[in-house]
């Protein structure tokens, strides 16, 4: 069963986005007293639309909400992403209630790999240890040995004996991409995200020679050939990073447009020019499922604390041992 249909097979959860909201309400006003009323936390990935990244208490990629979830002492966690955002959440902390604004945000990439089909694999490559990217379902999560991000997929990848059999999950182009740089030959899921999968080389191609100063930047979960074009590959905190600290003044990047929001605060000088996609009648790289999310649904979900993100306590402890595994071996990425 896909994230959708789950969240399809839980829709009468979803009856408080029916309440109105009174006319006049100072929606950032009431989220601000019900996170102190609550001792509530607000999570964001970058990207979500920017006047929830502003409303955050903490904004970052997967690996930084992974972190900052497993430290909050908050008693509510709002989880301003997609739905396997939050099941990490829920995977770190039990005893905490976690929500996530629309039930409905999945993610193409978590869709397309199953914890059944990636058993059936495992019996292929019995010698083989399971390395999954986060962005999966806790069913993936427990048929994994070890979890990674786009940030620190690389640093443990290499930490792992070099005649160790690997089967990395779910996304093709981000193992194909880790393949590359330490050398491996990992069995690849066939899975990718529908967003990353948009960017049209052609049309970047074609941006690149508008704007001959401008360097590519692009997230390893992109094709081959637009990543083999690239000026730098990076995850979704190591993009930002890079447009802060590098010296060239524009960028045409490569990934969910939602984080432009954060690097145009960041480094509010420097040109950032969206890359296109295929799609010509839409020249936008956004994340439908992330934009589901808004600032009215945020509220109704602090007032009515739901819906909320519940979990076998089976699948929950087996997916908690690859995550942890996960935090220990990325000690030393800051």
Not at 79 to 103: R, Y
Not at 151 to 173: C, G, T, V, Y
Not at 193 to 200: G, L, R, Y
Request: charged share 25%; glycine share 4%.
């Amino acid at each position: 069963m896909t994230t959708i249909e789950k969240a399809m097979a839980m829709l009468p959860a979803r009856g408080y986005l029916d309440m109105e909201i009174p006319g006049g309400t100072d929606l950032v006003a009431e989220i601000n007293h019900m996170r102190k009323e609550k001792n509530a936390i607000i999570l964001a990935h970058y990207y979500q639309t920017g006047d929830i990244q502003d409303i955050a208490d903490f904004l970052g990629d997967s690996l930084q909400l992974a972190r900052a979830a497993e430290n909050t002492d908050a008693d509510m966690i709002v989880f301003c992403g997609v739905h396997f955002m939050a099941e990490t959440a829920k995977i770190l902390n039990p005893t905490k209630k976690v929500v996530l604004p629309d039930l409905l945000a999945g993610c193409s990439l978590a869709d397309s790999c199953s914890g059944e089909g990636l058993r059936e694999l495992k019996k292929e490559h019995p010698d083989a240890i399971v390395v999954s990217y986060i962005n999966c379902d806790s069913g993936v999560k427990a048929e994994s040995d070890i979890i990674v991000t786009s940030s620190n997929a690389e640093h443990i990848i290499n930490s792992l004996p070099q005649e160790q059999k690997i089967i990395f999950a779910p996304d093709r182009n981000l193992g194909r991409y880790i393949n590359q740089v330490t050398g491996r030959n990992m069995i690849l899921w066939d899975g990718a995200c529908i967003v990353h999968e948009a960017f049209s080389l052609e049309r970047i191609a074609q941006q690149m020679l508008d704007h001959p100063k401008a360097k590519l930047i692009a997230h390893p979960e992109a094709q081959k050939p637009v990543l083999q074009v690239a000026h730098y590959v990076g995850s979704t905190a190591n993009l930002l990073n890079y447009v802060v600290n590098d010296s060239a003044e524009e960028f045409i990047v490569a990934t969910e447009e939602g984080i432009l929001h954060e690097m145009r605060k960041r480094a509010p000088g420097k040109k950032l020019i969206p890359a296109l996609t295929i799609d010509d009648t839409c020249n936008c790289s956004e994340c439908h499922f992330m934009k589901l999310n808004t600032m009215q649904k945020l509220y109704l979900c602090m007032k009515y604390e739901q819906p909320e993100i519940l979990m076998d306590e089976e699948i929950r402890l087996k997916a908690l041992r690859p995550i942890n595994k996960m935090l220990e071996l990325s000690k030393a990425i800051k």
